[in-house]
């Protein structure tokens, strides 16, 4: 058995290259025979092509002998076959789950298209696009992030647009007396009709809904509006307990989960000490990792329901898309 | 003068207050009320809405790690609603 093997093996080593030179012929191997369905014990060398065609309609060159050398030969329909598409690498048109990043961080993930004013524009994270509030508008977005390689000018894909700037605090003041204090001064304040609210030290005067941010493609024809491995959006729809999700990012791909929290307010890391409060978060289980923030979040009807934007070894944080489009005034 | 306004101050949001303690909150209100203090307890990153094995609707609260001090701080109910802990981690933007 292992001498046939060999046997084969090298029989194909030798007429490799001329089976390779016929039109259909994408891929040559060994392998068992198939007839009829069936695997059979019979050692052969398979060839996969794009199309099975009837051999009336081949010209003798294109044809596969039916057996090389004494093996008989078997042939396969797989299609073309593509190279697995990586998320770190350069794409135009880029769609959705790429990297992408200022030209300041490391590298995140292009969400999906939005739409304003008629145009289109690269949704993710602030903290990819606009360096957690450190950027400018108009400062260069590069497909793939600096991580992943990309640099200025070549990789410049989009200016970024506009962002929803982040409240991020120091570690959060101690409760009782302080946050005590604020609210009975928060109820004069009513009292008088006062718009002005007062805080307790150290916590932010507004929580946060989303870390956001758009930016403009240089050419509309540089980017999709397909999301690998997930296809269009369809429309949109609000987060719910229960329901099945799943994105596309830079970093774990293609995962699902299901939201496993609603209503979540909960304190994120940004770097060493720094710490946003959000509120109205959904949460799921892990999904994510670091360089997936920006994934735009599905449900099974593939309607856009949420941002990814943060998560820890057994949870994901999603913004609901309802407040991310109404902090951008944006659409799908 | 000063003293009548400060009465007025004192005595009106006690009623607002009154007022809302009479209705029986939503668990979506309970969880907005308390969550302030929940969040300055040692340990505690997240509070939000689920549910338990049996799909009852509870309060979450999400440590970054074991806490046994911050746990023994914790209610099991908030007024009338299940509180129920779970390990999340660390929460990190990514």
């Not at chain 1, 065609?53 to 073309?80: C, F, H, K, N, Y």
């Not at chain 1, 509006?225 to 429309?235: A, F, N, P, R, V």
């Not at chain 2, 440590?63 to 908030?78: F, R, V």
Request: a negative charge; one cysteine or more.
């Amino acid at each position: 058995m292992a001498n046939e093997l060999t046997t084969v093996r090298e029989t194909l080593k030798r007429n490799r290259d001329q089976l390779l030179k016929r039109s259909n012929v994408v891929a040559t191997g060994v392998g068992y025979k198939i007839t009829g369905g069936q695997k059979t014990t019979t050692l052969s060398i398979v060839c996969s092509v794009t199309k099975k065609v009837a051999a009336s309609q081949l010209s003798s060159r294109d044809m596969t002998p039916a057996t090389l050398e004494g093996t008989p030969t078997d042939v396969v329909q797989t299609g073309i076959i593509r190279a697995l598409q990586s998320t770190t690498n350069k794409h135009r048109p880029a769609p959705g789950g790429v990297s992408i990043g200022h030209r300041d961080i490391t590298a995140g993930t292009l969400g999906c298209l939005v739409q304003k004013d008629g145009q289109k524009f690269i949704l993710s994270n602030n903290h990819v696009l606009a360096n957690s509030n450190q950027a400018e508008t108009g400062d260069p977005i590069l497909q793939p992030g600096p991580y992943d390689g990309g640099t200025y000018p070549d990789d410049h894909i989009a200016d970024l647009e506009d962002f929803v700037p982040i409240n991020i605090i120091g570690l959060p003041s101690e409760c009782p007396i302080a946050t005590g204090t604020a609210n009975l001064l928060n109820g004069i304040a009513k009292l008088l009709g006062s718009q002005v609210r007062m805080q307790a030290i150290n916590q932010q005067a507004l929580e946060n809904l989303v870390d956001a941010a758009i930016a403009r493609p240089l050419n509309q024809e540089d980017v999709s509006d397909e999301i690998l491995q997930i296809g269009t959006i369809q429309s949109t729809a609000a987060g719910e307990l229960g329901m099945a999700i799943k994105k596309s990012g830079r970093t774990t791909g293609l995962t699902t989960g299901v939201i496993e929290q609603v209503d979540v307010s909960v304190n994120v890391q940004y770097g060493q000490g720094q710490i946003a409060a959000f509120t109205d978060q959904l949460m799921a289980g892990a999904m994510s990792q670091g360089g997936d923030s920006g994934s735009a979040v599905l449900d099974d009807n593939n309607r856009l329901m949420g941002l990814l934007f943060a998560g820890s070894d057994t949870t994901t944080v999603i913004n609901r898309i309802e407040n991310v489009f109404s902090a951008l005034g944006v659409s799908v | 003068m000063k003293y009548w306004i400060l009465i007025i101050l004192l005595v009106i949001p006690s009623l607002s207050w009154s007022e809302d303690k009479c209705m029986s909150s939503s668990i979506k209100e309970v969880k907005k009320q308390h969550e302030a203090c929940l969040l300055e307890l040692p340990g505690v990153v997240s509070v939000g809405i689920g549910l338990n094995k049996n799909g009852q609707s509870v309060i979450i609260i999400g440590l970054d790690g074991p806490n046994a001090e911050t746990e023994a701080q914790l209610p099991s109910m908030l007024e009338g609603y299940p509180v129920e802990v779970r390990i999340v981690g660390t929460v990190k933007a990514q």
